[in-house]
């Protein structure tokens, strides 16, 4: 248990340092963008769905 602790430990001061150092690999910038576009497409597609909706379809 100690050393699981311990690993995370070592993982959390790794990304606290790479967070320090501006460290940003470029899949972390595209998944980023990938999710706000899905975000982006989810909502519309549910505004879309509720104007269907309203008008009585």
């Known amino acids: 248990m100690a050393a699981l602790g311990g690993l995370l430990v070592l993982g959390c001061a790794a990304w606290g340092l ?4 501006a460290y940003e690999p470029h899949w972390t910038l595209a998944f980023g963008h990938a999710m706000a576009e899905a975000g982006y497409r989810a909502s519309a597609t549910w505004a879309e769905f509720r104007d269907w909706a309203r008008l009585g379809h």
Do not use: H, L
């Open 18 to 21: 790479a967070r320090r150092r």
